[in-house]
């Protein structure tokens, strides 16, 4: 849905403070049971000096639900980035732990953080947390509500995924209410294994023990999609260029199907993502930080990659050049690519787009 | 190996369990009363408080100016589309195009931050013209804004001089500019701006003999099959033309295995000679207002604007033309005619008395009505976010010169959540619209034919006109077909399921 407060020329004059307040009222009336209502300005509201503040407060008071004004206008920062930690920022201050409701609390209490469930990839990480025997009693941000955006302050590890867009969040409630965070890669067998393993180190035995129990469970599963794709992918090569955690979260997925990832880049990483990043690399693999358009068509032509993951924005400049291409930020409308039920929609997808036979039309036969 | 994606995976038994175990996290309203208010929102008691809203919408059916510039940009040759603002922006109207075209998308963008918002836009716009023009050699940029440029407002003129000045471009390297805030009219209005400025730059000082041609503006026109069909039946009327703002390669190129940024276009020669043509038409009103008041007044042009959507409105393009350039209507096109024409005589029964919810671009709507109206249906909730008080009037006109507009009301300034309202206490048979659509096909359950912009839910239908005589074929097409597929299955396991329809 979309919903906006379609701002006319008159609001960018007399501002548009009681035009977004009446705005909420209304919505409120219309969706009575809405639970909260987030604000999001775009340029001119920073730009004109509305105090979108100041309007949630009052129409949270009155309305007896979150309202939380997201200052993130396009203007701010160079990137997304920005607006990830500001939102992160928001939810801190307005929602985190203000009240929500939690029966008990039991040991194994975890947040799933920083999964924007494409595709389902929240619930396919969850049923591995959930089969492991912890409770994941809120999920950020793909499937979140607002009820868990509260109640995460009373878990007592933070499990996040999308380190670049959630870190803020896990630091606060380390600080704050003293929850340890832990990073973890749920893309390909070799990582999941990998990362269960280190979360049940981090609980008692019978956590270890269902740890042990789901990758066996799941082993023959895994070993069957490698037996069926590897060979078709076996040495193809990939270039990557997208954001958050998948420039080098999915390269031991690649690395699980014998295909190599040749040169990663991301669009808004910070020093720390590159930190992360180098030692999963294959040696001699580039790395970009923020390419424009150009740079990354002069790495192709030199890396001659057999498939691009990227962008929308990306696709179809290398569909004309007759480079297999697979978005990896929506991961092409399919999904889920997280966890062992994503492992082989995963290999399928990169499957189909290196080996489509659509590719070869492209030039006439000799 | 059978592999279960997302519209599969989650319907398995575990996935449920999960979404149930879910829920005592989430603490939402129960079931039963989501169930209660999602049958009040379909209430003529909802429709009232819904139609009273004046501050917020829901679904509109619009876009922004900028976007509509940068459509109109795309179609002049080796033009980079050049947008002054934050960077957001340019990549939403790149994603978005490139969604519905499925093809690349241009655009360079000034990228301003903080400091721009403090100090002004220039140095983004000189560094931005140098470097873009050093990697990408255009022929022309076409320059517009986000509203963040016009908030501050940044002055276009001044900075282009200023970045010739200082050599970032050529002297004669042409660029012209428009004001394009998002806060003011819609896509169409962009289309609008972008076109008078990229015409009154390229032809200035070239209005001499003239050339015999004739010019045509398709408008915010996102069927690529329709700039094909245009340049088709003029070449078999015999009439020279310039199509202007021509995205037909730019956003429907061949597959090379080479990627050009700049695919095709209107060539700038051509551009640059319209001022010279015999007159111009235009097929869009809303989006070439200010346009063809330029050209009126400044190349003193017979100028005509005909949405060639129909059999009606198509025989009044081929009238204007012929007025304008004096060529006859050959008698290929008077056949392509009388086969449209049995087209819809064959299909009349299955869409005659249906009644029709629509939405979409004012010209668009203002076609498709005439259209339905001819096939003996009835326009009825006619919704149309970014019309003005002129297009009302001219909807409602068009509706009362026919007896099939009487339950036609036109909602301007409305959105796709009013027509939600209107569907579910007064039922139409079948709803037109863009793929947003889909959500009201989804909640009220009336069968969608796809129309209009953006189309990101299904592939190609871009590609087939909508204008002119072939496009009544696509539309009785797409129209007829989407009647018989639900009559289909409204009709399975009764003895009316017919094998001949």
Redesign the interface.
């Known amino acids: 849905?979309?919903?906006?407060?379609?701002?006319?020329?008159k609001?960018?004059v007399y501002g548009g403070d009681k035009?977004?307040d009446?705005?909420?009222r209304?919505?409120k009336?219309?969706f009575?049971?809405a639970?909260g209502i987030g604000v999001l300005s775009?340029?001119?509201v920073?730009?004109?000096g509305d105090d979108i503040e100041a309007v949630s407060r009052n129409v949270s008071k009155d309305l007896e639900i979150p309202v939380v004004p997201v200052r993130c206008?396009?203007?701010?920062?160079?990137?997304?980035s920005l607006g990830h930690h500001i939102a992160n920022d928001t939810i801190r201050d307005y929602v985190l732990g203000k009240g929500?409701?939690?029966?008990e609390s039991t040991p194994y209490d975890v947040n799933l953080v920083g999964d924007y469930n494409i595709?389902?990839d929240g619930?396919?990480s969850?049923?591995i947390l959930?089969e492991m025997g912890l409770r994941?009693?809120?999920?950020w941000t793909g499937?979140a509500?607002?009820?868990?955006m509260k109640?995460a302050s009373k878990a007592k590890l933070n499990l996040i995924h999308c380190y670049r867009s959630m870190n803020y969040i896990c630091r606060h409630m380390e600080e704050e209410y003293g929850i340890p965070w832990h990073e973890f890669n749920f893309f390909g067998p070799t990582k999941i294994y990998e990362s269960i393993r280190k979360i049940a180190e981090l609980f008692d035995e019978k956590i270890q023990e269902n740890a042990e129990k789901v990758i066996e469970k799941y082993k023959p599963m895994m070993d069957?999609?490698i037996e069926?794709y590897r060979p078709r992918l076996e040495g193809k090569t990939v270039l990557l260029f997208v954001g958050g955690l998948r420039p080098r979260h999915t390269v031991g997925a690649y690395e699980d199907l014998g295909m190599e990832v040749v040169g990663t880049g991301y669009e808004f990483g910070h020093n720390d993502d590159y930190k992360r990043t180098y030692p999963v690399m294959p040696e001699g693999a580039i790395v970009m930080d923020d390419a424009?358009s150009?740079e990354l068509?002069e790495f192709t032509y030199r890396l001659r990659p057999d498939m691009i993951g990227s962008?929308?924005?990306e696709?179809?400049?290398?569909?004309?050049?007759?480079v297999p291409f697979r978005q990896m930020h929506s991961w092409d409308y399919?999904?889920?690519y997280h966890g062992f039920?994503g492992f082989?929609?995963f290999?399928?997808d990169m499957d189909m787009t290196v080996n489509s036979p659509t590719w070869d039309l492209?030039?006439r036969k000799r | 190996m059978k592999v279960l994606d997302h519209n599969e995976l989650f319907k398995h038994p575990e996935y449920i369990e999960q979404f149930e175990n879910k829920k005592k996290f989430e603490d939402m309203a129960s079931s039963e009363k989501v169930k209660e208010v999602a049958e009040w929102t379909k209430t003529e008691e909802y429709k009232e408080l819904n139609f009273a809203r004046k501050h917020v919408k829901i679904n509109p059916v619009k876009a922004c100016q900028p976007l509509g510039a940068l459509l109109c940009a795309g179609g002049f040759e080796a033009t980079l589309p050049f947008v002054q603002g934050a960077q957001g922006c340019a990549a939403y109207f790149r994603s978005h195009l490139a969604r519905h075209f499925k093809e690349p998308s241009t655009a360079v963008s000034t990228s301003m931050t903080e400091d721009a918002a403090v100090f002004g836009g220039m140095n983004n716009m000189l560094e931005g013209l140098e470097n873009a023009y050093t990697l990408y050699k255009p022929e022309m940029f076409a320059v517009f804004t986000t509203c963040m440029a016009e908030v501050i407002g940044d002055d276009l003129g001044a900075y282009v001089r200023s970045a010739r000045g200082k050599g970032a471009i050529p002297d004669d390297l042409p660029v012209p500019f428009a004001h394009t805030p998002s806060f003011v009219g819609s896509h169409v209005t962009g289309y609008d701006n972008m076109m008078k400025s990229i015409l009154s730059t390229l032809t200035e000082g070239k209005k001499g003999e003239p050339n015999g041609k004739l010019n045509v503006i398709m408008g915010f026109d996102t069927y690529t099959g329709n700039y094909r069909e245009m340049k088709r039946i003029l070449d078999i009327m015999g009439v020279k033309h310039t199509i202007l703002a021509n995205i037909s390669d730019t956003y429907d190129s061949p597959n090379t295995g080479k990627y050009k940024m700049y695919p095709g276009g209107t060539p700038l020669a051509d551009a640059a000679d319209s001022a010279n043509a015999i007159g111009t038409v235009a097929l869009q009103k809303s989006s070439t207002h200010k346009t063809i008041e330029f050209i009126k007044s400044e190349w003193v042009q017979k100028t005509a604007t005909v949405i060639p959507i129909g059999i009606r409105n198509t025989d009044k393009f081929f009238d204007e033309v012929s007025k304008i350039t004096g060529k006859s209507i050959p008698k290929e096109i008077e056949d392509e005619r009388g086969r449209a024409v049995d087209a819809m005589i064959d299909s009349h029964p299955y869409v005659h008395g249906k009644r029709f919810a629509l939405t979409g671009d004012p010209d668009l709507l203002l076609g498709l009505i005439s259209f339905v109206m001819e096939m003996g249906g009835y326009p009825t909730h006619i919704i149309c976010t970014n019309g003005d008080k002129k297009f009302k009037e001219e909807a409602q006109e068009l509706l009362s010169e026919s007896p099939f507009g009487i339950h036609g009301q036109v909602y301007t300034n409305k959105d796709m959540w009013h027509l939600r309202s209107l569907m579910f206490t007064d039922p139409v048979d079948l709803l037109i619209g863009n793929s947003y659509a889909k959500f009201l096909w989804r909640d009220v359950g009336t069968p969608l034919v796809r129309i209009g912009f953006p189309l990101f839910d299904r592939h190609h239908l871009h590609r087939y006109p909508i204008i002119g005589y072939q496009g009544v074929l696509n539309l009785v097409n797409w129209i007829v077909n989407t009647v018989l597929d639900e009559l289909d299955r409204e009709s399975m396991y009764t003895s009316s399921f017919d094998v001949i329809r």
């Open positions: 849905m979309h919903i906006t407060t379609d701002f006319q020329e609001d960018i035009h977004l009446a705005a909420m209304e919505l009336g219309l009575p049971l639970n775009e340029c001119p920073g730009l004109i206008e396009g203007f701010r920062g160079v990137s997304q929500g409701k939690l029966d595709g389902g619930w396919s969850r049923k959930e994941v009693i809120a999920q499937d509500s607002v009820n868990e109640i069957a999609v069926e424009t150009y068509e962008g929308i924005k696709k179809y400049n290398y569909h004309k050049m007759g399919s999904g889920p039920d082989p929609v290999a399928r492209i030039r």
